[in-house]
């Protein structure tokens, strides 16, 4: 769940998981995203950190860029000698994120993650996201509202687990992956208070199209519950045919007189 003041969101679908370095290009400077996912928001100077962590890639706190996308939320790290690449959280995985707002220090994000299968993680994961430069607030408020249109868009039935897309990647325009202006379906991202953009030739796209195994797949449904009142095999009935007039010149009948009103 996210928590903040008075509002909190369920993440749902816990098939989607966390990764570790895997959201990454091969030189560790560029950001890999799905064909068809947009960029929301891109933040500067953000440090991760994994609070209680044994596990020695975790053990130690990253500066770096994080993304909002309409997917999920991507750290980036800001050195090659990092251990830690980049980390991709879906919202589907994500649980107890809260907003802290200290009295000293910047306010941050902190929650726990789920890990994917083959994604460098062993366990759930807690850590924790500080916004040197302020905006944590806003940042929060835009993760629940896309998250919330995630749950909007959800197929009728769960999706398989998820699985990285095969192929090639390349780098398009930044007009084919940032959202306008911020905007997705009415949502629109504070860009006000994030007004930076991705470095040019920053952000790949993976070749493949859409649906991703596990990534807002659409699946057939093969049944309704019982109760929706829903038949697969109705189908409504033919329009009938506009009548047919045998000269082109003929016109349609005069309407009926109305009655007088008195």
């Known amino acids: 769940m996210l928590y903040h003041s008075s509002f909190q969101i369920s993440f749902f679908q816990k098939d989607f998981k966390m990764s570790l370095n895997t959201a990454h290009t091969p030189d560790g400077k560029g950001v890999l995203i799905y064909n068809g996912e947009l960029i929301l928001l891109y933040c500067k100077g953000v440090v991760i ?4 962590e044994k596990d020695d ?20 790290s800001e050195g090659n000698s990092n251990k830690v690449k980049s980390l991709s959280m879906p919202f589907h ?12 220090g910047a306010n941050y994000l902190k929650g726990f993650a789920s890990p994917q299968p083959g994604g460098n993680l062993n366990s759930d994961t807690c850590w924790k996201v500080t916004f040197n430069k302020g905006g944590c607030t806003d940042f929060g408020r835009a993760l629940l509202k896309a998250a919330d249109m995630a749950r909007a868009f959800r197929p009728y039935d769960a999706p398989p687990p998820y699985q990285q897309p095969q192929g090639n990647v ?4 930044p007009e084919y992956y940032m959202a306008p202006n911020g905007n997705m379906c009415g949502f629109q991202a504070p860009r006000d208070v994030f007004p930076d953009t991705p470095p040019a030739g ?49 016109e349609a009948p005069p309407l009926p007189p109305k009655s007088k009103i008195e």
């Open 57 to 76: 890639l975790l053990k130690k706190s990253v500066s770096g860029s994080m993304y909002l996308t309409s997917h999920r939320i991507i750290f980036i």
């Open 202 to 250: 920053s952000v790949y796209i993976f070749e493949q199209p859409p649906p991703y195994s596990g990534i807002g797949e659409t699946t057939t449904i093969s049944q309704f519950p019982s109760n929706s009142n829903t038949n697969l095999n109705y189908r409504g009935p033919i329009p009938s045919a506009p009548p047919s007039y045998e000269n082109i010149r003929e």
């Open 93 to 104: 995985c994500l649980n107890e994120v809260k907003i802290e707002l200290p009295l000293f």
């Open 170 to 173: 390349f780098a398009p325009p």
């Open 49 to 52: 950190q994994f609070p209680g």
